[in-house]
């Protein structure tokens, strides 16, 4: 089955800073790829997708990602970070022909001033 | 267009009660989802239905969980006995037929079992 791993936990940065969170995927077949977004309290927001086509994939909130099928990684960016960016990130997997949706364990960013 | 909607938002019970929560998915969705979210864990698949139909309860506790999902719309999760590890934010979520559609998710049950 497919599955994902998040590297780091915990992610802190300056405001202004550009934020990396790291995503690897473990699927059998070509996978479908997503950033969700989640603030306390409130259920999961999506950020971005991919399922085909363009491998650098642009979302909400200037946020990009881009699929690399030789490292099975989708690692999430933005340039320069806000406050308003604080929030849980999770990355999740599902494939081609299974709408099994699985999610990483996530993580938290902060943002600091 | 309406959210998926869920009820209610928090609930605390007893270890050994029983619980049940409610969802309604986004109109003509077909596939919907039931999660346990466990503080710092990231969300965990409890059931997936495709209309009416159960596509996959793998990691659904059975002896004590079940769900149903009434003609292909509405659904319903029901812990009985609780116990205090199901502790945690149950989400649903709904998406449309496909694999490459995103789910569009509740706001969340917070149960908290004492």
């Known amino acids: 089955a497919q599955s994902v791993t998040q590297l780091g936990s915990h992610v802190s940065v300056s405001e202004g800073a550009l934020v990396l969170l790291r995503c690897n995927y473990s699927s059998s077949v070509p996978p479908y790829l997503f950033w969700y977004v989640q603030y306390p309290n409130q259920g999961l927001q999506l950020l971005l997708k991919y399922t085909t086509g363009a491998t650098l994939v642009k979302g909400i909130n200037g946020f990009e990602a881009e699929f690399k099928k030789s490292e099975t990684s989708f690692h999430l960016t933005k340039p320069s970070a806000h406050m308003s960016d604080a929030a849980e990130y999770f990355c999740?997997?599902?494939?081609?022909?299974?709408?099994?949706?699985?999610f990483g364990a996530g993580t938290r960013l902060t943002v600091k001033p | 267009e309406a959210g998926v909607a869920q009820s209610p938002r928090y609930k605390i019970i007893e270890k050994r009660q029983s619980v049940a929560f409610w969802c309604n998915p986004i109109?003509?969705?077909?596939?919907l989802y039931w999660y346990q979210q466990i503080l710092g864990q990231g969300p965990k698949l409890l059931i997936q239905?495709?209309?009416?139909?159960?596509?996959?309860d793998s990691q659904l506790p059975k002896d004590r969980f079940s769900a149903e999902r009434l003609k292909g719309v509405d659904s319903t999760l029901k812990i009985q006995p609780a116990k205090l590890e199901d502790s945690a934010v149950y989400l649903c979520?709904?998406?449309?037929?496909?694999?490459?559609?995103?789910?569009?998710f509740g706001q969340g049950t917070r149960l908290t079992v004492v």
């Open positions: 999740a997997v599902s494939e081609f022909n299974n709408n099994d949706m699985r």
């Open positions: 979520a709904s998406s449309a037929q496909g694999a490459s559609t995103e789910a569009f």
């Open positions: 109109s003509g969705h077909a596939t």
């Open positions: 239905f495709q209309n009416n139909g159960v596509v996959d």
